[in-house]
């Protein structure tokens, strides 16, 4: 093989001009999902901190924020197929920019705030070059990637004037320059939806929501050990160990029912509307992972007899309601679990729903041990059941 062909030395190319593009995830990509083990727990940090609707507002603003930083590099490593020097030098300062993002986070609403906001404005600059390097070096000959790289040079300003501006004004214009990053896209007329070359790999952006949806629930595990080990383990009571447990299981139910349901699945078509409802379905899910590995932190506050903390208590049954609620709309939107949709049904779905927003309601005034019960019976019905009437349908099949 030519030394030019081998990975470290291959420039740019759209997939769509690479025989036999492969959809799996590059070292790189993968070293740039982990750095965001460390964002999202400094950003669960931040809600546990702020349990109020200001805070949590906040909170859904800056994760829209990094979920975007995230999505639109995974978009153009889905578009484009760059493994040489040049794209890793970038990928490797852009994992720098997430570093002082996720430190600024705890100090967003004061000193941290023109951290956080440089970091991020230097993270929209570098995804504009990668599109612009992809032009000039002959991987793009129509204009979607130079339209890419002038739109995120220009968000790249809008995020850095907003790190100089007086506050609040600074963080409306922050906010006005999130929205644009979907607007560029979607526009009708002039979002880059309407090149026929924007085809992301499905199976790759799959696999990439995969495997963030991996990291967050990991970051509840953490999250929970971490609040346990600075609580003291040997000073818990025999309940709050048990709640303990009790938590980690059900963010690794989350994960087998997100993966026997939807994960890594390729979108059904590629439909606009189907393509914008995976899109959004999969910010919901994710948001929605997220508030409840911060809320299952919770348990270690409690034994068994005394009340659910009421801000962790919200969160975590709300997050639960929509987990559910997203994991039902996405198996609409995926191509090849026809029989998996048959056992997962919607009214499994629905009564896990029902008892989140039923624990949502009497949690402030019941023991723990209740308000778990009921919220665990809604999560661990969608394996239960599934897994029932599976195996009943087995024993009815003929014998081989």
Not at 359 to 367: G, K, M, N, R, S
Request: aromatic share 16%; proline share 5%.
């Amino acid at each position: 093989m030519p030394l030019k062909d081998f990975p470290i030395w291959r420039r740019p190319r759209h997939h769509l001009d690479v025989e036999g593009a492969g959809d799996h995830v590059h070292w790189v990509e993968l070293f740039f999902d982990l750095i965001h083990v460390v964002t999202v727990f400094m950003l669960g940090n931040f809600l546990s901190h702020h349990l109020d609707w200001h805070g949590f507002w906040i909170f859904t603003g800056l994760f829209l924020a990094i979920f975007f930083a995230w999505a639109d590099s995974s978009v153009y490593n889905s578009l484009y197929i760059s493994t040489d020097i040049p794209h890793r030098t970038v990928m490797a300062v852009q994992i720098v920019t997430m570093m002082f993002i996720a430190a600024a986070i705890p100090a967003v609403t004061s000193g941290g705030w023109p951290y956080f906001a440089l970091g991020y404005a230097l993270n929209r600059a570098l995804t504009a070059w990668l599109y612009w390097r992809a032009r000039s070096t002959g991987a793009e000959e129509t204009s979607l990637a130079y339209e890419q790289g002038r739109n995120f040079f220009v968000l790249a300003a809008v995020f850095a004037l907003s790190a100089v501006l007086p506050k609040p004004l600074a963080y409306w214009v922050f906010g006005a320059g999130v929205l644009l990053i979907q607007v560029q896209y979607m526009a009708p007329r002039f979002g880059t939806l309407r090149f026929e070359r924007f085809l992301p790999r499905l199976g790759h952006l799959s696999e990439r929501f995969a495997l963030l949806m991996l990291i967050l629930l990991g970051e509840g595990f953490f999250k929970l050990v971490v609040t346990l080990a600075d609580k003291g383990i040997y000073k818990a009571a025999p309940g709050t160990l048990f709640n303990l447990a009790m938590g980690g299981l059900s963010l690794f139910a989350m994960a087998w029912i997100y993966f026997d349901s939807v994960g890594n699945a390729k979108p059904r078509s590629r439909a606009v509307p189907v393509l914008l409802a995976y899109w959004i379905a999969h910010i919901v899910i994710l948001w929605s992972a997220v508030l409840v590995g911060v809320a299952l932190a919770g348990e270690v506050y409690v034994g068994l007899w005394q009340p659910y903390p009421s801000g962790y208590g919200t969160i975590g049954t709300l997050g639960l309601a929509v987990f559910l609620a997203a994991l039902w709309w996405l198996q609409t939107l995926v191509e090849g679990r026809d029989v998996t949709r048959s056992y997962h049904s919607w009214k499994v779905r629905l009564f896990g729903i029902v008892m989140a927003l039923c624990v949502l309601a009497i949690h402030p005034f019941v023991p723990s041990i209740i308000g778990n019960l009921l919220w665990g019976i809604g999560l661990f019905a969608q394996i239960a059941v599934p897994l029932y009437r599976s195996t009943q349908d087995m024993r009815r099949e003929p014998a081989a």
